[in-house]
T-cell receptor, first 108, second 113 residues
Framework: EDQVTQSPEALRLQEGESSSLNCSYTVSGLRGLFWYRQDPGKGPEFLFTLYSAGEEKEKERLKATLTKKESFLHITAPKPEDSATYLCAVGTASKLTFGTGTRLQVTL | DTGVSQDPRHKITKRGQNVTFRCDPISEHNRLYWYRQTLGQGPEFLTYFQNEAQLEKSRLLSDRFSAERPKGSFSTLEIQRTEQGDSAMYLC???????????FGPGTRLTVL
């Protein structure tokens, strides 16, 4: 059974304090590792897809990296508007399997 | 707006009633997915369509749940004889093909009293 584990469950950062979120996974037939951002009461918003170990992608203050068993979402100099739940998911031929997310709060 | 849309956004119903939700995917996407999300959890897969064909259903999808996608365009998800455990956010997503990013709608929040 496909499994995704995210850590930490919650993270509180001060503005400008960089950190990383972890996503470890086991899956049969990986068709991509996906990162989403979700604000309260809204649907997940797509951020990145990574397909192979060693791949990296960046968007503004976020950078996602992938190894054979883990992915990291690095947040550099975060701002309060980066506060959200960050979800990691593994994709197979038919579906996404999500972790429970990391709730990030960035304070002034 | 050309994103995924869902209707209604909120639904409150009494236990035992039937409810139906609608999802309109991004127009050129031939895959459409339904997920369910409860508080503090990630979305859980329910079912997906490729064009009008329903290709996979999760064991989470009891026989009280039925989904359709007539003509390969919009989709509906019906829940019969609702139970309090059905209270959740129901999310729809669409994608071009397998392995590509899925784009989610805003969700329908169901509350069963």
């Amino acid at each position: 059974e496909d499994q995704v584990t995210q850590s930490p469950e919650a993270l509180r950062l001060q503005e400008g304090e960089s950190s990383s979120l972890n996503c470890s996974y086991t899956v049969s037939g990986l068709r991509g590792l996906f990162w989403y951002r979700q604000d309260p009461g809204k649907g997940p918003e797509f951020l990145f897809t990574l397909y192979s170990a060693g791949e990296e992608k960046e968007k503004e203050r976020l950078k996602a990296t992938l190894t054979k068993k883990e992915s990291f979402l690095h947040i550099t100099a975060p701002k309060p508007e980066d506060s959200a739940t960050y979800l990691c998911a593994v994709g197979t031929a038919s579906k996404l399997t999500f972790g429970t997310g990391t709730r990030l709060q960035v304070t002034l | 707006d050309t994103g995924v849309s869902q209707d209604p956004r909120h639904k409150i119903t009494k236990r035992g009633q039937n409810v139906t939700f609608r999802c309109d995917p991004i127009s050129e996407h031939n895959r459409l997915y339904w997920y369910r999300q409860t508080l503090g959890q990630g979305p859980e897969f329910l079912t997906y369509f490729q064009n009008e064909a329903q290709l996979e259903k999760s064991r989470l999808l009891s026989d009280r749940f039925s989904a359709e996608r007539p003509k390969g365009s919009f989709s509906t998800l019906e829940i019969q004889r609702t139970e309090q455990g059905d209270s959740a956010m129901y999310l729809c997503a669409s994608s071009l093909i397998q392995g590509h990013e899925q784009f989610f709608g805003p969700g329908t929040r169901l509350t069963v009293l």
